[in-house]
């Protein structure tokens, strides 16, 4: 084995892939005196443990296996394994519509940076399109590359230049949009854009994924299916977040971009509707709306752009004992406003109630949300709430926290008028306030009882 085939494995490590006849990118069986590993051999990231082998498993997720523990290996015929995909020249067909897809980073245009393990922002747009072919089936796929960040960088600048980007494949004439994100907080840029972006006339589908593309379980592949066509053939002319629904994985799950949050760090099923039920269902041949109250799509080119953004706006997590202390350094570093994801109702703690109304006369707007997310703030049944109210709060009804986070920002934005930025908050736009709860958009299901096992079992996995 030679030292470019051995890519980074010194000493023992080394001594035991020559003994077994392996070498990097080979996909192996691994037996140790505890278990059995089956992966391919991952190259050694700069000063790693000259102890370990460090194998990718089919799961996409990476394991170091001490040395000493190694009984046998066992190469499986795999040879190499692909860390790029060639671009595809895109070639357009005149009987399909034109739809954008615009990347801004984030795991589903990321692939793992082999030497360090860590995943890094590095597809290009075209290579998305290589790495899943059906693509062209729906359309005529454009590309833009305008960021290449993960999600939790994403910030105003980003977020006002999406939606600049957006407004201009509006103008040009696109069929649909697809945006390729980060889906850490793909719901706060979802959230934005249904404010910046009103009463579009074509869909606006944001998509992303929880493992990259060159990960064997990756869901980047059917995400980007989903929302492309979504794009291309849907009559659903919002803000919307693509991704699959159940974990079988047979279809996927269209979420208004105001009602959606991600619920799970690792899950492939990551993105619920809150408070609500989904717009519809997609999959490879077909979508099936599952209510018909959305903002349908149009062949004129209208729609309102409104880009506004006042950065100094905190969201607050209230939790018990918290001291007012954290309030007045908002105070005192110029913050204008001010979301609360408040206990029960929408509720605080006393000691806390002076640095409110500190806050309010200081001219900083204080809205509140729920930390359950499901369910309304209700400030005047108790008279916690309705002290609290006195003190200038404001109840945000049942915008989600992140929603209202966003959504301050953009009011304020526009006006520090309170009365005026009250007025914006407590006007719905894209369905992020809604009238009422259906019966159907709380449900939770709590493992371990009978009735929901038997349920479970009966579901096609």
């Not at 999600?151 to 980007?165: C, F, M, N, T, V």
């Not at 269209?254 to 039920?277: E, N, P």
């Not at 409104?306 to 607050?316: M, N, P």
């Amino acid at each position: 084995m030679s030292n470019s085939e051995s890519k980074g494995y010194r000493g023992k490590a080394l001594a035991l892939l020559k003994s077994f006849g392996v070498k990097v990118w080979n996909e192996v069986i691994v037996r140790t005196t505890e278990t059995e590993f089956i992966g391919i051999i991952l190259p050694r990231s700069a000063g790693g443990n000259d102890n370990l082998i460090v194998l990718k498993l089919r799961t996409g997720y990476n394991v170091g296996i001490k040395v000493e523990k190694i009984q046998d290996i066992v190469k499986t015929g795999k040879e190499e394994y692909l860390t790029t995909f060639a671009k595809k020249e895109i070639v357009d067909d005149p009987r399909k519509p034109n739809v954008k897809l615009i990347t801004t980073g984030g795991t589903i245009a990321s692939r793992l940076d082999y030497r360090t393990g860590a995943v890094v922002p590095a597809f290009e747009p075209e290579e998305l399109c290589a790495f899943v072919p059906e693509l062209s089936e729906y359309c005529n796929l454009h590309t833009e590359k305008l960021y290449s960040v993960l999600s939790e960088d994403i910030g105003p600048e980003q977020w006002l230049g999406i939606a600049k980007a957006v407004a201009r494949a509006i103008e040009e004439g696109y069929h649909g949009i697809v945006i390729a994100h980060g889906t850490d907080t793909m719901h706060y840029t979802s959230s934005l854009l249904s404010f910046m972006i009103q009463n579009p006339p074509i869909p606006i589908v944001m998509v992303g994924s929880q493992r990259s593309s060159d990960r064997p379980a990756s869901d980047a592949p059917l995400n980007l299916i989903y929302s492309v066509k979504t794009a291309s053939e849907s009559d659903i002319a919002e803000v919307s977040v693509c991704a699959i629904g159940p974990i079988s994985d047979s279809y996927g799950l269209i979420h208004r971009g105001t009602r959606v949050r991600k619920m799970h760090s690792s899950h492939r099923s990551t993105f619920r509707t809150i408070g609500d039920i989904p717009l519809a269902m997609v999959d490879k041949e077909k979508i099936i709306p599952l209510r018909s109250d959305y903002n349908k799509r149009r062949k004129d080119r209208d729609f309102k752009l409104q880009i506004s953004f006042e950065e100094k706006v905190a969201l607050i997590y209230y939790y018990p004992n918290m001291k007012p202390d954290i309030i007045e350094a908002l105070i005192e570093n110029g913050y204008k406003g001010i979301v609360i994801a408040g206990t029960g109702l929408g509720h605080v703690n006393k000691q806390v109630y002076p640095a409110l109304k500190k806050a309010h006369d200081k001219g900083i707007f204080i809205l509140m949300t729920v930390q359950t997310l499901w369910g309304y703030v209700q400030m005047y049944v108790y008279e916690t709430g309705r002290k609290i109210m006195s003190l200038g709060v404001v109840p945000g009804e049942n915008l989600l926290p992140e929603v209202a986070y966003l959504k301050l920002c953009w009011a304020l934005g526009q006006t520090t008028n309170h009365e005026k930025v009250k007025e914006i908050i407590l006007t719905p736009i894209a369905g992020e306030i809604t009238e009422r709860e259906p019966t159907n958009a709380y449900l939770i299901l709590q493992g371990g009882i009978p009735e929901v096992e038997e349920f479970i079992s009966k579901l096609k996995l």
